[in-house]
Nanobody, 121 residues
Framework: QVQLVESGGGLVQPGGSLRLSCAAS????????MGWYRQAPGKQRELVAA???????NYADSVKGRFTISRDNAENTMYLQMNSLKPEDTAVYYC???????????????WGQGTQVTVSS
């Protein structure tokens, strides 16, 4: 099995910063795309940022210029640096990964349990 564990969430004032981490472990041959999603109360889950194994990135328009996604392929870890946080960034943030397990020819999709980010004064 594969586990994704997020960390780094918390309470921060508007304008502040947080860094989220997502560590993947288990039976992993390689990881293709990884991404951060978020879900605010009463809203659908939305893509925040994604990164390929080669390092190509894309961002939601609402976070461009404020958030930076990165990954360490050797450590199977992904990060989200969040700067200039706004109250509307408040949500549960989820890690997602497309994982190739040993001896499998197609990848499987995995989710973390989520970490709460609250931006409030």
């Amino acid at each position: 099995q594969v586990q994704l564990v997020e960390s780094g969430g918390g309470l921060v004032q508007p304008g502040g910063s947080l860094r989220l981490s997502c560590a993947a472990s288990g039976r992993i041959f390689s990881i293709n795309a990884m991404g951060w999603y978020r879900q605010a109360p009463g809203k659908q889950r939305e893509l925040v940022a994604a990164i390929t194994s080669g390092g190509s990135t894309n961002y939601a328009d609402s976070v461009k210029g404020r958030f930076t996604i990165s990954r360490d392929n050797a450590e199977n870890t992904m990060y989200l640096q969040m700067n200039s946080l706004k109250p509307e960034d408040t949500a549960v943030y989820y890690c997602n990964a497309e994982v190739f397990r040993p001896y499998r020819t197609t990848p499987s999709n995995y989710w973390g349990q989520g970490t709460q980010v609250t931006v409030s004064s």
